[in-house]
Every structure is written in structure tokens, then in C-alpha cells.
């Protein structure tokens, strides 16, 4: 496989994990390194910070000949962390491989001796909150480099670049890219270990990541809160009103969102790929998510279900404002309803028309000329993969059969979001883009009992140091 042996590369990527990584990845769950929109004092607080430099003392332990390590901090900003290893060759392009050191909230509702800050090695899993979304990558990424080295094979330049906003959309990303153009410079190779897939048997390349839009949108019809039996009759609820608002959005019947500015044909590639995932992994859509008993999935056409998470626009109402609970409920009219609304859009759906689009349709024309106020507003981009050169798609299947037992690789469209993605293909258009990782459809990311397949991640950091490899002799 390749031009390295594979017992070499398992063997040293084995025991990194091991001895190394997975005491460092147990410390560094421990840290409420909580991403900054979930933390407004994180400045003051320290836990970003934290994890950067813990992770940043393990590579330097490492002691990979000529590797620096930098924490790179703009004003106002949240620190990245740069990883530089010069190549073991003449090439002079780069390989950028990306993760990320900020969590989402910990939640409530993990199961007995679980907990987010509280690391657990449990059947072969490490469980906590930034175990699988995305502490390991820093780790796995380090480790594919040294196990190339060791196994007697090359490598381009590597610079492993961990961001810490990653889980509030990435905002401070842009700058950062812009300040490190200069040091990144010919970037041919992007890998990022911030996905998964649809089971732990294989490896899985994401081809497609939806972009995403969010608003606050809030109705007020009266300035201060009347009695329900004098007012209601007389003046509209705003929860009415705001249902009104969003039946222009969205049809309620189905959940098929009815702006054509959010919309678009999927690619005969991509359909034809989530036709063959589906086959792959019969079941995994309509069996990764726990539903009430009696309830069912929107569709029960798997293909449906995949086009619907990954080429088509999903409304999801993720918060509101203005309802006090049911107990402390009185008979008010209310002043006010506010709904933060999430968009996730298709991949090549222009994200910032669609917002546009959603504000218009939001605040034209509204019913009895209730007063609208939108608040809160956030833009990322999609990505749709280039095509795989010929390179690395001889060298995943080699991989496919070395590392992962003769299962072949799959392809995936992710629902979510990674910034990142859409502005380094703006950025790098001749790129190629490696979107893998050990996630898997029931790794609980974002929700309560995170885990990290270790098996799988440690399979992953192989494949990685085969494709840096396969790439330095392309």
C-alpha cells in the first residue's frame, strides 16, 4: 500500500495512542475550554487559553526534529494554535491540516459516572465533552506525521492549525487566514478531522458540508402586557403572528422551505454517492436517533432522508424568549414573541442572499403592521468537494483495504456546518480537501455522553499518514 509498510505506520500511530495521546486527550477533556459563544468571560476565565497551551506542551514534548509551536493571539481574538513541520523533502507547498480546541456546553442529562469534564475510558470508547468534537484531531494529526517519518516515507510541509471558535461559527477565523497567509503559503492539501460518518468500519470522506443562517426575530404588539379576557380579540397575539411569519418560511405539512433563494439541483455526483452510502449502511438514517415510541422519521426513503440532511434547507426553531414557563404563566397578553431561528442551507446555496431573502420575508408586509425586530444574525458558508485527484483516490482505496480490513471508503454529506471549509476553498481553489474523522452517527456530539471511538480514531490517523505520503510523491 502506498510506499510505506502499514505495520510500521500501525505500530507507531498504536502506541502514540496508547502511551501518549489518550492520557493527554483524558487531561484536555477536563478543561471547560467552552467556545465563546457559550462563554462571554472566556478572556477573563482562561479555558481556551488552557487547553491551547496543554495541547501545545504535548506536541512539544513529542520532539518531531525542526517542528515549532506557536500560540498566535489577535487583539480581541481567540487564540490559534500553529503546529509547523518542515517537509522531509524538496517539495515547497503545504499541507493544511485543521481542528479545533473549543467545546460546546456541557448539558445536562449524562448517564451515571459520566460527565462532561470528567474523562472515562470505557470499552474501548473515551467519553466527555471534546473527546470526539474535535480534541483528538491536534492529537491524531501529530501522530500521522510522526508515523510517516518513522515508516521511512515523506512528507510536504505540514502545519497543523487548531482554532478555538470553531463551535460559535468561527468568527475570528477570516482574520487569522488573512494575518497567516504569508507563513501558510502554497496550500495544496487540507485536511480536516472534524467530521465522521455513518459507521466506524470504514473511512468516510465528507464531499459536501451544508452552510448555515441564523436570526432572532422577535413581534411586539403592545407596549406594555394586558389582561388576556380585555385584550385578546382585540389585539393579535404575537405568537400568532409570528407563526404567520414563519408558514412564508416554511410548509408546516412537510418542512420543505419555500424560498427559491434557498434552494438548489443536487449534483447527479452527489445523488448518485448518497444512493450508494445509503446502500452501504442500510438503516442508519432512520435508526441513529432515539424518537419517542410510535414516532417516525419525515420520510421513510433513506435516500430521501440523506438528500433532505445534506442538499436540501432545514428551519430549526432553537430558542425563544418572551414565554415565561407554563407555572409562572398568568393570563397576560403578551408585549412580545422572540424565536432564534436556524437555517441550514445546501452547499452551494449562497448564504448570504438566502439571509437576505429571510429578512425580507420576515418584515414585508406583516400582519396588522406588528412591529418586527431582528437581532442576532449569522452567515457561514457551505462547501462541495472538488473532485478527487487521481492520487488520492488510488491511495484512499489503498487505504481502504490496508487499514480498514477491504471495507470500502464512503462518502458522505454532512448536515453541519464547518466554516472553515468554504473559506479555504475561497482561498486555496486548487486544493485538495481530505474532510474525515472518527465521528460516528451515535457519538453524541453537542449532547450529553460524547464519546470517541478510539479504534476508529487511531484507524483514521493511518489513513492520514498514508494520504500525507501518497501526497509528498503525487
Partial sequence: MGRVDNSVVSKTVGQAW??????????????????????????????????VE??????????????????????????????????????????????????????????????????????????????ADDGYSGYAATAAIEAVRAAGGSHARCVVLLETGEESGSPDLPVYLDHLKDRLGDVSLVVCLDSGGNDYRRLWMTTSLRGMV???????????????????????????????????????????LLLPELHVEVPADRLDEVRVSVEAVPGVFTQMFSLPDGMSTVDTDEVELALNNSWRPTLSVIGASGLP?????????????????????????????????????LTTDVPYGAQVELGRTDVGPGWNAPAFAPWLRSIVDDVSDGVFGGEPYGTVGLGGSIPFMGLLAEKYPDAQFVVTGALGPDSNAHVPDEWLNIAQAARVTEAVAHILDAHAAR
Fill in 18 to 51: 496508547e502511551s501518549s495521546i489518550l492520557p493527554s486527550l483524558s487531561d484536555f477533556v477536563a478543561i471547560p475550554a467552552l467556545s465563546p459563544a457559550f462563554d462571554p468571560e472566556w478572556a477573563a476565565n482562561g479555558q481556551l487559553d488552557a487547553a
Fill in 54 to 131: 496543554h495541547v501545545r506542551s504535548w506536541v512539544n514534548d513529542r520532539g518531531i526534529p525542526g517542528v515549532t509551536t506557536e500560540i498566535v493571539r489577535l487583539d480581541g481574538r481567540t487564540p490559534v494554535l500553529l503546529i509547523d513541520v518542515p517537509a522531509t523533502g524538496d517539495t515547497t507547498d503545504t499541507v493544511l491540516l485543521y481542528g479545533h480546541l473549543d467545546k460546546q456546553p456541557p448539558v445536562g442529562g449524562w448517564s451515571d459516572g459520566l460527565g462532561p469534564w470528567q474523562p472515562v475510558l470505557r470499552d474501548g470508547r473515551l467519553y466527555g465533552r471534546g473527546s
Fill in 214 to 256: 441564523s436570526v432572532d426575530v422577535t413581534v411586539r404588539v403592545l407596549r406594555a402586557g394586558q389582561h388576556s379576557g380585555l385584550a385578546s380579540g382585540i389585539v393579535p397575539s404575537s405568537f400568532r403572528i409570528l407563526r404567520r411569519l414563519l408558514d412564508r418560511l416554511e410548509d408546516s405539512e412537510t418542512g420543505r
Fill in 325 to 361: 414557563e407554563p407555572l409562572d404563566a398568568g393570563n397576560v397578553l403578551r408585549t412580545h414573541t422572540t424565536l432564534s431561528l436556524s437555517f441550514r442551507l445546501p452547499p452551494t446555496v449562497d448564504a448570504y442572499a438566502a439571509l437576505e431573502a429571510v429578512k425580507k420575508t
